[in-house]
């Protein structure tokens, strides 16, 4: 027997509905089928009742006896006997009372409630939450409403429960009460203790935890452990949830071998700005003798004016001393100055406007210098102003730009050994591309003019220098396709044949300084550029035709590349004259040989590979080989080889895999038991020895993750630094680390790490539908 209960809004007879005639088919939204229900929905949403008997007086009490059921919105109530009375909205039940409310259970003996306040009492209750799938007993919940409720002398763990009478979770949380806000995501236990396998590992006085991922203020879980640097590290970390959209990380660090450090990071996101800034101070440093300190400051501003748009962009970076980089390789509150020996003070005013741009930078670096690997410092602009146009709509079929700059360089010339300049260039290039479905021709027109004032002569006792340069290139390719089939695949082959010639004439350039330029990497992208050095100090006297040839298999049906193969080589026809200081020239008529191939013909493998070889040695002259096989979640493996011949020759290999049972399915890490090898190995063929290693093991459990890791990654040509790293995670409620986060450095590591029992979807009150 079943009715839907009597002054209550939108209220009707079952039997009466059935009588009525059908509605016509037109789909509607309903507020049933949304994840939350809007609370003027709720108001108007009807109740309805069934069970073996219902008796009553209609708009004022309903007693149900057997199967007794009520649901009302997103809530639905079970007991073997139930009392509602209208006036009030009060439900009482008993026996063997079941409550499904949004996907969230529970359970219990007797049930006093206000049911659209959702406000009352249960006794000798059991719980369990959709969101963190948490569950625990309690002699009594106590609803405040909606969002709010209060478990007394509870148990609190995300364990999944057996069907064993003997079973005990893992991990528990045992509290004299327990305040759940689901409305905030937080819970709080008081006079708790967190037990592991049975042993307390720490009494709790009072103790916040999240409900979800959340944001929220509070105290985070240390981090303890040993390096062969600091000794042993104890680090109390404090998160504090501003705002929104800031938010703040304060921590203080105990190193056994150098004192305290205390560190800062506070971060930031506004409508027109955003950034973070990063402080790290340590007082007395036993092992230098000297205060350490560090900063960084990332800062990113958009201005509306009426001349166009503004931008404000900030990164400045600082440390005490040379040895900081050394002696906090990879660790610490500034994440922007980890493992860096060329840090960036960096701040850039710039305008924007249809067709032009506008820029004033100013550019100063500190150089941490090794006496072992010493650095050349560059050069910092004092200022930089620049101006680009590029007009987009230029007309027939034509594309230009101007960039005009003027820079500042100021150097120490002890180590440069060059004077300080103020160099200023007007750089122009106009081009017009042909373009048809089956083929392109581009030719195109540039123009370099430049001028130097040196602070002091040059060795020629130059206090000025100039230089005008034009080049001319011309880029033309052809396409051909063909449907194919291969390994039962329809695929749409092409060959792609492509030529570029380029032309600059010889204008002596040897007695330029230099102050931006390096020479660009000779790779299957730079072989088709004008310039063969990078920056505004050097222009190759450049008389080249580049050949290549390329084919790319692409999927018939999804249109995604599954495999890529090309090759390019240069011809020269004159010598090269113009170099960097300690550069041979290239005199070789045809260059090096380039090859590449990418291969993707499933989302379970990839391999890459690029070759260089040097036709007249017979061999290869640099070669970088990686594959990567990843079938599932958690499962990844990757290795890579690199050949620069008479430098560094390398072996790197990284993984993520199941050791027990591991061609079994898993869907993102929920099957718990199951152990984990992680690493990653990078391996010196030259100096036989390992460059940097990372290994360890990851155990799964359902509720907790357990992570060992040992970690040696090389911080110069003779040090490196090792640690051994602790975590156990409690899914769902925190994390106690030993060592410096490993969980992070897995992530760092090892390519396309995946964090076991990470959350990816929020679940659905649907899912758990009663």
């Not at 689901?182 to 967190?194: H, T």
Request: contains cysteine.
């Amino acid at each position: 027997m079943a009715l839907a209960w009597a002054g209550l809004p939108a209220l009707a007879q079952a039997q009466n509905a059935a009588q009525e005639p059908l509605p016509s088919p037109v789909l509607r939204s309903s507020p049933m089928l949304q994840e939350r229900i809007p609370e003027d929905a709720r108001a108007l949403q009807p109740a309805y009742v069934s069970g073996d008997s219902i008796a009553g007086q209609a708009n004022v009490r309903a007693v149900i006896e057997g199967n007794a059921e009520l649901r009302r919105s997103d809530t639905i109530v079970r007991a073997n006997r139930m009392e509602y009375t209208v006036a009030d909205d009060r439900l009482q039940a008993e026996g063997q009372v079941h409550i499904n409310r949004a996907g969230n259970v529970f359970d219990g003996s007797r049930l006093d409630l206000e049911v659209e306040a959702f406000r009352g009492n249960f006794t000798d209750a059991s719980y369990q939450f959709l969101a963190t799938q948490a569950h625990g007993d309690a002699s009594e919940i106590q609803f405040l409403d909606r969002e709010r409720s209060i478990i007394h002398n509870a148990t609190y763990t995300t364990c999944r429960r057996d069907d064993e009478a003997s079973w005990e979770p893992d991990w528990m949380l045992k509290a004299r009460s327990i305040h759940l806000d689901q409305g905030e995501e937080v819970g709080y236990a008081r006079d708790a203790q967190l037990q592991f396998k049975g042993v307390t590992l720490l009494p709790i006085p009072v103790v916040s935890f999240p409900l979800s991922d959340k944001r929220k203020s509070g105290l985070l879980p240390p981090t303890m452990g040993l390096d062969n640097l600091s000794g042993f590290e104890y680090t109390q970390p404090y998160y504090w949830n501003i705002a929104p959209n800031r938010d703040a990380t304060l921590s203080s660090t105990l190193m056994s071998k150098r004192g305290v450090k205390l560190g800062a990071e506070f971060r930031y996101l506004e409508p027109t700005y955003q950034g973070q800034l990063q402080l790290d101070y340590m007082p007395g440093d036993r092992l230098r003798d000297r205060d350490r300190w560090s900063y960084g400051l990332q800062h990113q501003a958009q201005i509306a004016s009426p001349w166009g748009g503004l931008g404000l962009n900030l990164n400045l970076n600082r440390v005490s001393d040379n040895d900081y980089w050394r002696d906090f390789t990879r660790r610490g509150t500034n994440r922007l100055l980890n493992n860096n020996r060329l840090l960036a003070s960096d701040a850039s005013l710039s305008w924007a406007g249809e067709d032009s741009t506008l820029m004033l930078r100013t550019l100063k670096w500190q150089t941490l210098q090794d006496v072992a690997a010493p650095i050349t410092p560059p050069y910092d602009r004092m200022p930089q102003l620049q101006w680009r146009y590029t007009p987009l709509n230029l007309g027939h079929g034509l594309d230009m730009s101007i960039e005009a700059d003027t820079t500042r360089f100021e150097g120490d010339p002890r180590l440069t050994r060059q004077p300080d300049a103020q160099r200023s260039y007007l750089a122009a290039e106009i081009s017009r591309p042909f373009v048809s479905p089956g083929a392109f021709f581009t030719p195109k027109l540039k123009l370099h003019a430049s001028q130097y004032q040196f602070d002091d002569p040059l060795s020629n006792g130059m206090r000025s220098a100039s230089r005008t340069l034009p080049t001319v290139s011309l880029d033309s390719g052809l396409v051909f396709e063909r449907d194919t089939q291969l390994f039962g695949r329809k695929l749409l082959q092409t060959l792609e044949p492509r030529a570029f010639y380029t032309y600059t004439p010889y204008r002596s350039q040897n007695m330029l300084p230099v102050y931006d330029t390096a020479l660009n990497d000779f790779n299957l992208a730079t072989i088709y550029s004008e310039n063969s050095y990078s920056g505004q100090d050097r222009f190759a006297d450049n008389n080249l035709l580049t050949l290549g040839l390329t084919t790319r298999l692409i999927d018939a049906d999804t249109g995604a590349e599954s495999a890529r193969f090309g090759v390019a080589q240069r011809v020269r026809f004159s010598d090269q004259r113009v170099t960097l200081p300690g550069e041979v020239p290239a005199t070789d008529r045809l260059s090096d040989i380039l090859f590449g191939a990418s291969i993707n013909w499933t989302p379970q493998w990839a391999l890459d590979a690029a070759v260089q070889y040097n036709r007249e040695t017979g061999h290869s002259e640099r070669t970088t080989v990686g594959a990567r096989y990843s079938p599932g979640s958690y499962r990844t493996i990757s290795a890579a080889y690199r050949l620069l011949r008479g430098t560094s020759e390398q072996v790197d290999v990284g993984w993520q895999w199941p050791i027990r049972n591991p061609w079994a399915s898993e869907e993102k890490g929920r099957e718990g038991g199951r152990w984990y090898s992680v690493g990653r190995l990078n391996y010196s063929l030259q100096d036989r020895r390992l460059v940097d290693t990372v290994v360890g093991f990851e155990y799964d459990s359902c509720c907790w993750v357990g992570r060992v890791v040992l970690e040696r990654l090389q911080s110069s040509l003779n040090t490196s630094n090792t640690r051994l790293l602790f975590q156990v995670e409690f899914v769902g409620f925190t994390r106690l680390s030993l060592g410096s986060n490993p969980l992070q450095s897995l992530q760092q590591n090892i390519p396309r790490y995946q964090a076991l029992r990470q959350t990816t979807t929020v679940p659905s009150r649907f899912s758990n539908y009663d």
